[in-house]
């Protein structure tokens, strides 16, 4: 298979090769762009097994494995532990362009821990665009050494725990597209964000190439809210597309003032908002003419019947999820008949959990609005 491209492993949770025959094999696929070898906790032989099979063997050192795919391009080692693919060997395929990594595994089988990764490599990487370090612990050498990565253009730090340092330093990397802070654990957690976390998320700002930005954190970020986002997304403008703020809406009147910033927005999620949706808040929503992607999933009791005179002015949505809210069989109706009637886009339509709209209601729905998924 000397002409294979691409190689997916993960997943393969009982699979088990030798250093030295992972060796052979990379030797051979010398046209390998694409190896994914995520969640493969059996992969590879301890430590100690690795260092005498390649003593034994006369093989060089551990970074010789990635130094032999010299095509290679994409690498995702997720949750996969072995000295033959940790940061130091993985710096020196320097034409990398996408990273994925993160997440080591303890003696409880199926549980993942967070670890700190040894990113004083990454720098060397300098053609990498897509970073993405996830289930991570981040201290300040490694938020240094990320912020001299300036071409990335997608992070990914989902379910990672960071500092206020992280925060600012992914400031530095102002050609970012793409940014990733799911269920993040900040430095601020238990304390209230006061001027210094203001401050440190104000950094974000000088992102303004961002057109996804991705900070739900249900369970996670306990005292992270909407507002601290407004300096960023006045930055971003229209460029903003994609902002996903699941369990992120807690403050009164914060929405009313981040929405109206975000003018470009063609998906949004609201889901689990702590806070009433005032007519500020619906009025703010109403104004994003642009949406076809809208999550309000769980927002009762802040989320009532008022809400669909102002859900009714978004014509081009395609996609609405209202599941889980105390929304009538009337007012149901009245979305169905504004935004999937004439000249409507709504195709799918997300109503489970709203009492109004079960059994014979939700069928007779179903039969009025046959082009709507619901």
Request: aromatic letters at 4%; hydrophobic letters at 45%; charged letters at 15%.
């Amino acid at each position: 298979m000397p002409q294979l491209r691409e190689l997916s492993l993960s997943h393969t949770a009982r699979m088990e090769a030798s250093p030295a025959a992972f060796r052979q094999l990379a030797a051979a696929l010398t046209q390998l762009t694409a190896l994914d070898v995520s969640f493969c906790p059996l992969l590879f032989n301890t430590e100690e097994e690795e260092a005498a099979a390649a003593a034994a063997a006369g093989e060089g050192p551990k970074g010789d494995l990635v130094m032999q795919m010299q095509q290679l391009r994409s690498l995702k080692v997720c949750r996969t532990s072995s000295s033959l693919l940790d940061f130091a060997a993985i710096s020196q395929a320097t034409a990398l362009t996408h990273l994925a990594a993160g997440g080591d595994r303890d003696d409880d089988p199926g549980h993942w821990f967070t670890q700190t990764p040894d990113t004083q490599h990454l720098p060397l990487m300098q053609r990498l665009r897509r970073l993405e370090l996830s289930s991570c612990s981040f201290d300040s050498l490694a938020a240094a050494a990320v912020a001299k990565l300036t071409q990335l253009t997608s992070i990914n730090y989902s379910n990672s725990i960071v500092s206020l340092g992280v925060i600012e330093a992914l400031g530095s990397c102002s050609g970012l597209i793409e940014l990733n802070l799911c269920t993040l654990q900040s430095g601020f957690r238990g304390r209230a964000p006061g001027p210094a976390v203001a401050a440190a998320w104000a950094h974000l700002s000088l992102l303004t190439a961002l057109t996804m930005l991705n900070v739900s954190g249900r369970g996670c970020n306990a005292n992270f809210s909407a507002g601290l986002l407004v300096p960023l997304a006045r930055a971003c403008g229209s460029r903003l597309r994609v902002l996903l703020l699941d369990a992120c809406a807690k403050q009164p009147g914060e929405l009313a003032v981040l929405l109206p910033a975000c003018t470009g927005l063609a998906a949004l999620d609201l889901s689990h908002s702590g806070c009433r949706f005032s007519t500020d808040h619906l009025s703010a929503l109403a104004g994003l003419s642009r949406l076809e992607w809208l999550q309000l999933q769980h927002c009762k009791p802040m989320l009532r019947g008022d809400a669909v005179a102002a859900l009714v002015q978004l014509r081009q949505l395609q996609q609405l999820d209202l599941r889980d809210n105390d929304l009538s069989l009337a007012g149901t109706r009245a979305l169905l008949v504004a935004l999937a009637g004439a000249g409507g886009q709504l195709t799918e339509l997300r109503m489970g959990g709203n009492f109004d709209v079960t059994g014979r209601a939700k069928a007779q729905l179903a039969r009025e609005f046959v082009h709507v998924a619901l």
